[in-house]
């Protein structure tokens, strides 16, 4: 049973829960969740007609309906024409590198990208005669002069992990379109609620739904948004031969997790700004960095891209007279939060706090996090949603009695 066909204009709330429902004989209110890998032909010559063109469904690594109902609410989300899944936030740049790239090819991405983004590229693409070249998150001139004849696409994300740097989505975008190439942007940090990509030039927009998307901590997910012709010629035949396929268990908890993405970040952006505020006022607190701070290198820029919101990630930095140092003072207060979680994560409902100079940058040596300013006295919090008074609560915990 199809549902009743939604009238056009619906606005991103009302699409957020409303949106790519197919309803089943039973009529049910909630998404149905479809655990299957084949599906039953109603004869031969459909079958075949299927086979060949590809529409209806086959088999679950082609299609399945749970992840259709995925894909199309978050292009609705998005604003994009298309968007198709991958298993997590990394399958989908994986898919994004071998739809669109070949040996020789040249791609642009911001030194301060997520480190696995930089390692696939580099490292295991570097294998294959992908050629890649990091510049400044921040300087455009660095992006426009790194541009060669074989620049095929220029990859950026903003605002950045740990701290929060901003690029500007428009000044890329036309020098990726000036060079031939397209711009693509991790939004996994902004959401569609703070930053809408391709609104502002972007030609796709690449998703770990394992973050905000899904919004309580449960399953990993990815997906790239953007036109049709993009998803069903370069994206759609890479995931189905190679097989980076969202589970449809995971596509259908991101799928209700996307009706609470307003409401969620929202409310997270409020604690968040909060905090950043208040932790400019510790005495203990040498910086904070917030796009939603005055204090923020770019906070016009981000307030201009981002809807006026900071997000929902801050990151804090105690000084220290050595790294030693900085870095005991930091795991001090890591360690005497009792509420606060110490995991490898972001986006979750719960506020986790994290050490990012020993995790997710810990393979860097300490050159490359001192030029990348990751300092070892920084905290990176991604603020969930419990009362704000309990998590000032919990950091000061360790900020009154740190070590001297
Ligand atoms: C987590 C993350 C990714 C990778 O996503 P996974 O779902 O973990 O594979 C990519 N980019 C950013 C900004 C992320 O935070």
């Given at each position: 049973?199809?549902?009743?066909?939604?009238?056009?204009?619906?606005?991103?709330?009302?699409?957020?829960?409303?949106?790519?429902?197919?309803?089943?004989?039973?009529?049910?209110?909630?998404?149905?969740?479809?655990?299957?890998?084949?599906?039953?032909?109603?004869?031969?010559?459909?079958?075949?007609?299927?086979?060949?063109?590809?529409?209806?469904?086959?088999?679950?690594?082609?299609?399945?309906?749970?992840?259709?109902?995925?894909?199309?609410?978050?292009?609705?989300?998005?604003?994009?024409?298309?968007?198709?899944?991958?298993?997590?936030?990394?399958?989908?740049?994986?898919?994004m590198i071998?739809?669109l790239l070949k040996?020789g090819d040249h791609v642009i991405l911001s030194?301060?990208?997520?480190?696995?983004?930089?390692?696939?590229f580099?490292?295991?693409?570097?294998?294959?005669?992908v050629q890649t070249d990091f510049v400044s998150?921040?300087d455009v001139d660095e992006w426009r002069a790194a541009v060669r004849p074989n620049t095929r696409l220029l990859f950026a994300?903003?605002?950045?992990?740990?701290?929060?740097?901003?690029c500007d989505i428009a000044a890329l975008a036309e020098i990726a379109h000036a060079a031939g190439a397209l711009l693509a942007v991790?939004?996994?940090?902004?959401?569609?609620?703070?930053?809408?990509p391709?609104?502002l030039g972007a030609d796709i927009?690449?998703?770990?739904?394992?973050?905000?998307?899904?919004?309580?901590?449960?399953?990993?997910?990815?997906?790239?948004?953007?036109?049709?012709?993009l998803?069903?010629?370069?994206?759609?035949?890479?995931?189905?031969?190679?097989?980076?396929?969202?589970?449809?268990?995971?596509?259908?908890?991101?799928?209700?997790?996307?009706?609470?993405?307003?409401?969620?970040?929202?409310?997270?952006?409020?604690?968040?700004?909060?905090?950043?505020?208040?932790?400019?006022?510790?005495?203990?607190?040498?910086?904070?960095?917030?796009?939603?701070?005055?204090?923020?290198?770019?906070?016009?820029?981000?307030?201009?891209?981002?809807?006026?919101?900071?997000?929902?990630?801050?990151?804090?930095?105690?000084?220290?007279?050595?790294?030693?140092?900085?870095?005991?003072?930091?795991?001090?207060?890591?360690?005497?939060?009792?509420?606060?979680?110490?995991?490898?994560?972001?986006?979750?409902?719960?506020?986790?706090?994290?050490?990012?100079?020993?995790?997710?940058?810990?393979?860097?040596?300490?050159?490359?996090?001192?030029?990348?300013?990751?300092?070892?006295?920084?905290?990176?919090?991604?603020?969930?949603?419990?009362?704000?008074?309990?998590?000032?609560?919990?950091?000061?915990?360790?900020?009154?009695?740190?070590?001297?």
């Amino acid at each position: 049973m199809t549902d009743k066909s939604l009238p056009e204009g619906l606005r991103p709330e009302t699409l957020a829960v409303r949106t790519a429902i197919e309803r089943s004989q039973y009529g049910e209110n909630s998404e149905a969740l479809y655990l299957t890998t084949g599906f039953v032909q109603p004869d031969a010559a459909t079958s075949a007609a299927r086979f060949a063109s590809g529409e209806g469904y086959t088999y679950a690594r082609t299609s399945n309906p749970t992840v259709t109902s995925f894909e199309q609410r978050l292009a609705a989300l998005e604003g994009t024409e298309a968007a198709i899944a991958a298993a997590s936030g990394m399958g989908a740049i994986l898919m994004m590198i071998m739809g669109l790239l070949k040996a020789g090819d040249h791609v642009i991405l911001s030194r301060s990208m997520f480190g696995s983004t930089l390692s696939l590229f580099a490292k295991e693409f570097g294998k294959f005669g992908v050629q890649t070249d990091f510049v400044s998150q921040t300087d455009v001139d660095e992006w426009r002069a790194a541009v060669r004849p074989n620049t095929r696409l220029l990859f950026a994300e903003t605002p950045t992990n740990p701290l929060t740097e901003v690029c500007d989505i428009a000044a890329l975008a036309e020098i990726a379109h000036a060079a031939g190439a397209l711009l693509a942007v991790d939004n996994a940090f902004a959401t569609p609620i703070l930053q809408k990509p391709t609104q502002l030039g972007a030609d796709i927009v690449m998703h770990s739904g394992t973050k905000y998307l899904d919004g309580q901590g449960r399953v990993m997910a990815g997906a790239l948004c953007g036109s049709r012709q993009l998803i069903t010629e370069k994206f759609a035949p890479v995931v189905r031969t190679a097989g980076m396929v969202l589970s449809p268990f995971n596509a259908w908890v991101v799928l209700k997790g996307m009706e609470t993405l307003g409401v969620r970040v929202k409310a997270q952006c409020e604690n968040a700004l909060a905090i950043g505020r208040w932790l400019e006022a510790q005495s203990e607190v040498a910086r904070v960095y917030y796009p939603g701070l005055p204090s923020h290198p770019q906070h016009e820029l981000a307030m201009r891209q981002q809807s006026g919101l900071g997000g929902g990630v801050l990151s804090f930095e105690l000084a220290g007279d050595t790294p030693e140092a900085a870095r005991a003072k930091a795991f001090h207060v890591i360690n005497s939060c009792r509420v606060l979680s110490i995991a490898t994560n972001l986006g979750d409902t719960k506020t986790i706090i994290s050490h990012p100079a020993t995790t997710s940058h810990g393979r860097l040596t300490e050159e490359q996090r001192q030029a990348a300013g990751i300092c070892q006295g920084v905290i990176r919090l991604a603020v969930g949603l419990e009362h704000i008074e309990d998590i000032q609560d919990d950091l000061l915990r360790g900020l009154h009695t740190l070590p001297a």
